[in-house]
Each structure stands twice: as structure tokens, then as C-alpha cells.
Nanobody, 116 residues
Framework: QVQLVESGGGLVQPGGSLSLSCAAS????????MGWYRQAPGTQRELVAA???????DYADSVKGRFSISRDNAKNTVYLQMNSLKPEDTAVYYC??????????WGQGTQVTVSS
């Protein structure tokens, strides 16, 4: 019904920047929430950033001031601008979209590696 396509992952040096994007397609009337989670090996998946219907945003404490989430409602696309990247940001990043109260979808994940 809904498919998410992620792009933008890769290898970057500490202090560098990366931009992720996630485009949702399919049967979509409105999107209540779009965001990003990440999961490193041996850890649980955690919220990185989210953009809500009313325009508010949520960020993990570890990324505040460095990451910025935005979205283009006309394109059903969410972006994550990641600056001042640290090795501890290394993880698989997953796009997450809440279409309505009951329907949540996940992207396949994109690898972000921060290393010298």
C-alpha cells in the first residue's frame, strides 16, 4: 500500500555532513508523522528525529544542534541533514512514516558510517 525509498547513506569523515531522504509513495491521504530511527549493531532501534503534522519536531538529545529534519509535503518526502557527524552516529538509519492513527511504515534502512 505504501512504500518508502531511502537514499543518501554512505561513508563520511568525522565532522562531515550527509543528507538522507525518504520518499513515500502509494495510497497516502495525509502523513501524520515522518521521521528517522537508527540502529547500531547490538543496540535497539532509537528515534533520531521526527516531523509531526502540526509542524513540531522531535530530536534525540545526542543529535540536537547537529541534525535537522525537514519535509516536503507535496512530494511526501522527509529529509535529514546531518552535520558535525561523530563516529557514534554510525548506524543503519530507517525512515518511519505514520499515515494515520493505525498505519505505520518502515523503510529498508540505509547505512551511515562515520570514520576516518
Amino acid at each position: 500500500q505504501v512504500q518508502l525509498v531511502e537514499s543518501g547513506g554512505g561513508l563520511v569523515q568525522p565532522g562531515g555532513s550527509l543528507s538522507l531522504s525518504c520518499a513515500a509513495s502509494g495510497s497516502i491521504s495525509s502523513i501524520y508523522r515522518m521521521g528517522w530511527y537508527r540502529q547500531a549493531p547490538g543496540t535497539q532501534r532509537e528515534l533520531v528525529a521526527a516531523s509531526n503534522l502540526g509542524g513540531s519536531t522531535d530530536y534525540a538529545d545526542s543529535v540536537k544542534g547537529r541534525f535537522s529534519i525537514s519535509r516536503d509535503n507535496a512530494k511526501n518526502t522527509v529529509y535529514l541533514q546531518m552535520n558535525s557527524l561523530k563516529p557514534e552516529d554510525t548506524a543503519v538509519y530507517y525512515c518511519n512514516v505514520k499515515i494515520d492513527f493505525f498505519s505505520v511504515y518502515w523503510g529498508q534502512g540505509t547505512q551511515v558510517t562515520v570514520s576516518s
